[in-house]
């Protein structure tokens, strides 16, 4: 699909019916993000399993899927994870055509920059890492930076920009038009998505979890799988569960409106922002999260000030440009800053959560490979790893370095 | 941002702080007593309410002690300051978590058994 920064997406058509929870269903998905309905579409689109309810407590698509930076590459480090991550940008590249819809998915790329020696042999070996899973990567010097994003100042600051990796294939999307693509398909499937309909606890029987109790009455289910990102480590506990994941406050803010200035998508570890151009014209920007853990969907002020200071620099062009407005969502980090996804030890629930700052990215292999789980109880090839035992095993995935955002 | 009032130097903005996690979680008495389970729960495991959270921070640009802080992680608001290695107010004794003991080792049942 040929992308026109200036072009503004239609108004979608009403996607969905808002139907009552039926009694029972094969499937019950806690959680209305991107994860969850996608989740709900695999089950319908590849294992004919539609007697699927998604429950939601606010509104579809409207916790962390509507507060992420729509940031989308896979070159992080372990294989685990490119492997993860690059399965997910594939299925991006056929999101429009499988799903029907315009997501305006833009491949820009993305540039992870290195400030420092030991940032640009961290780079380096990424890039290699990368290569070696047949994700599209390479390592650019200061000019190649200039030459694709010109707009980067690469000398005249604190930390002068030594390089960069380059993903081509990276990108951003519409995160609104992502969830409403996979609702509007996973409803014309036959799964019921129930708005205002909040979890407040679990029905078991012996070790086996048969239902949700939920603000619009029990709901029996054959499993039940957690969606919940920043709310999981609550929603485990009423499960009798308990998962290793802190949860805390990442900002973003967005710009006023301006003509297309910043063709790609920019990260810095070092400094800490990440900077991309939205389809209408926004500056979005994203920071580290709050050293403390929180989920009052607010973060500290001085964040932001950082985040701004360091945008500043690296665009010197953005001085100007007034914030606005500013966000925050919950993150789930967990201790290896990789996902969680997989069987629990109450029978029948399932968990997927911890997917930290990155979890937009993911929407579409995480949906693939949890709807699998939930299909046959065994995990998919891809998240296989990402197992809850891993903590036990101490088969962990460390990707604090490649994960981007400073947790 | 955060207020923290610093026991040693009084309210300080929350940028000359480092935060520590979870207070009061106790190294295992008998380390290699524990299980596999045990030991993931000592290392990774940490509560993550929404709510009254009892947790450490350091002053680091200031006089670089530890301390103790109750501080509710919904809405930010603290209810205890205490010093390093004191225990959380009476209201907040729910805070400190069970220690990870090892299991029972399984000739100590048979004996046990034995003698019952």
Same mark, same amino acid.
């Given at each position: 699909?040929?992308?026109?920064p200036?072009?503004?997406?239609?108004?979608?058509?009403f996607?969905?019916?808002?139907?009552?929870p039926?009694?029972?269903?094969? %499937?019950?998905?806690?959680?209305?993000?991107?994860?969850?309905?996608?989740?709900?579409?695999?089950?319908?689109?590849r294992?004919?399993?539609?007697?699927?309810?998604? %429950?939601?407590?606010?509104?579809?698509g409207?916790?962390?899927?509507?507060r992420?930076?729509?940031?989308?590459?896979?070159?992080?480090?372990?294989?685990?994870?490119?492997?993860?991550?690059?399965?997910?940008?594939?299925?991006?590249?056929g999101?429009?055509e #499988?799903l029907?819809?315009?997501v305006?998915?833009?491949?820009r790329? %993305?540039?992870?920059?290195?400030?420092?020696? &030991?940032?640009v042999?961290?780079?380096?070996?990424? *890039?290699?890492a990368?290569?070696?899973?047949? *994700? +599209?990567?390479?390592?650019?010097?200061? +000019?190649?930076?200039? #030459?694709?994003?010109?707009?980067?100042?690469?000398?005249?600051?604190?930390?002068?920009?030594?390089?960069?990796?380059?993903q081509?294939?990276?990108?951003?999307?519409?995160?609104?038009w992502?969830?409403?693509?996979?609702?509007?398909?996973?409803?014309?499937?036959?799964? +019921?998505l129930? &708005?205002?309909?909040e979890? !407040?606890g679990?029905?078991?029987?012996?070790?086996?979890?048969?239902?949700?109790? !939920?603000?619009?009455?029990?709901?029996?289910?054959?499993? %039940?799988?957690?969606?919940?990102?920043?709310?999981?480590?609550?929603?485990?506990?009423?499960?009798?569960?308990?998962?290793?994941? &802190?949860?805390?406050?990442?900002?973003?803010?967005?710009?006023?409106l301006?003509?297309?200035?910043?063709?790609?998508v920019?990260?810095?570890?070092?400094?800490?922002?990440?900077?991309?151009?939205?389809?209408?014209?926004?500056?979005?920007?994203?920071?580290?999260?709050?050293?403390?853990?929180?989920?009052?969907?607010?973060?500290?002020?001085?964040?932001?000030?950082?985040?701004?200071?360091?945008? *500043? #620099?690296?665009?010197?062009i953005?001085?100007?440009?007034?914030?606005?407005?500013?966000?925050?969502?919950?993150?789930?980090?967990?201790?290896?800053?990789?996902?969680i996804m997989?069987?629990?030890?109450? +029978?029948?629930?399932?968990?997927n959560?911890g997917?930290? !700052?990155?979890?937009?990215?993911?929407?579409?292999?995480?949906?693939?490979?949890?709807?699998? !789980?939930?299909?046959?109880?065994?995990?998919?090839?891809?998240n296989?790893?990402?197992?809850?035992?891993?903590?036990?095993t101490g088969?962990?995935?460390?990707?604090?370095?490649?994960?981007?955002?400073?947790? | 941002?955060?207020?923290?009032?610093?026991?040693?130097?009084g309210?300080?903005?929350?940028?000359?702080?480092?935060?520590?996690?979870q207070?009061?979680?106790?190294?295992?008495?008998?380390?290699?007593?524990l299980?596999?389970?045990?030991?993931?729960?000592?290392?990774?495991?940490?509560?993550n309410?929404r709510?009254?959270?009892?947790?450490?921070?350091?002053?680091?640009?200031?006089?670089?002690?530890?301390?103790?802080?109750?501080?509710?992680?919904?809405t930010?608001?603290?209810?205890?300051?205490?010093?390093?290695?004191?225990?959380?107010?009476?209201?907040?004794?729910?805070?400190?978590?069970?220690?990870v003991?090892?299991?029972?080792?399984?000739?100590?049942?048979?004996?046990?058994?034995?003698?019952?």
């Open positions: 699909m040929s992308f026109d200036r072009a503004l997406p239609e108004h979608p058509d996607l969905w019916a808002n139907p009552e039926k009694s029972s269903y094969d %499937v019950v998905i806690v959680g209305g993000g991107g994860h969850g309905l996608a989740t709900a579409y695999y089950l319908a689109a294992h004919g399993i539609t007697n699927v309810a998604v %429950v939601e407590r606010g509104w579809l409207g916790g962390n899927m509507a992420n930076t729509t940031i989308i590459r896979s070159n992080y480090l372990w294989d685990e994870s490119s492997a993860m991550y690059e399965a997910a940008l594939k299925l991006w590249e999101m429009e #499988e029907g819809y315009d305006f998915f833009s491949q790329g %993305v540039l992870n920059l290195a400030h420092s020696l &030991q940032d042999r961290e780079s380096v070996r990424r *890039v290699e990368n290569r070696l899973n047949g *994700v +599209d990567a390479e390592f650019l010097d200061a +000019d190649g930076v200039r #030459e694709v994003c010109p707009i980067v100042n690469t000398d005249n600051l604190r930390y002068p920009v030594l390089g960069a990796t380059y081509p294939r990276a990108g951003i999307a519409k995160h609104d992502v969830a409403w693509a996979y609702a509007r398909r996973a409803a014309e499937l036959g799964v +019921d129930i &708005q205002d309909c979890v !407040t679990f029905v078991k029987d012996g070790n086996r979890v048969v239902g949700v109790e !939920t603000t619009q009455g029990r709901i029996n289910a054959g499993r %039940v799988a957690l969606c919940v990102a920043g709310s999981t480590s609550p929603l485990a506990e009423l499960a009798g569960i308990e998962v290793p994941i &802190q949860s805390h406050p990442l900002q973003a803010l967005v710009s006023e301006f003509e297309p200035v910043h063709p790609t920019v990260m810095s570890n070092h400094i800490h922002v990440y900077v991309s151009q939205a389809h209408k014209g926004e500056l979005v920007m994203g920071a580290g999260v709050d050293q403390y853990t929180g989920y009052g969907q607010r973060g500290s002020f001085h964040v932001i000030e950082e985040q701004m200071a360091a945008a *500043v #620099e690296l665009f010197p953005f001085a100007r440009a007034h914030v606005l407005r500013t966000w925050g969502g919950i993150v789930d980090v967990t201790m290896d800053a990789s996902p997989g069987t629990t030890p109450v +029978d029948d629930l399932f968990v959560a997917w930290g !700052t990155g979890g937009f990215k993911a929407v579409p292999a995480a949906g693939l490979a949890y709807a699998h !789980t939930l299909a046959t109880g065994e995990p998919h090839e891809l296989a790893p990402f197992s809850l035992e891993r903590f036990e088969a962990l995935i460390d990707e604090h370095g490649a994960a981007a955002v400073a947790h | 941002m955060l207020i923290l009032t610093c026991p040693h130097c309210p300080r903005h929350e940028q000359e702080f480092h935060y520590g996690r207070a009061h979680v106790a190294y295992p008495d008998d380390p290699s007593a299980s596999d389970a045990q030991w993931a729960r000592y290392l990774f495991h940490r509560a309410p709510g009254p959270h009892a947790e450490r921070w350091v002053h680091s640009a200031g006089c670089r002690k530890w301390f103790n802080v109750v501080r509710d992680t919904l930010n608001e603290i209810s205890a300051v205490y010093p390093a290695g004191a225990q959380p107010p009476a209201e907040h004794a729910d805070l400190v978590p069970a220690p003991v090892p299991d029972v080792p399984a000739s100590t049942t048979t004996e046990q058994t034995k003698e019952a």
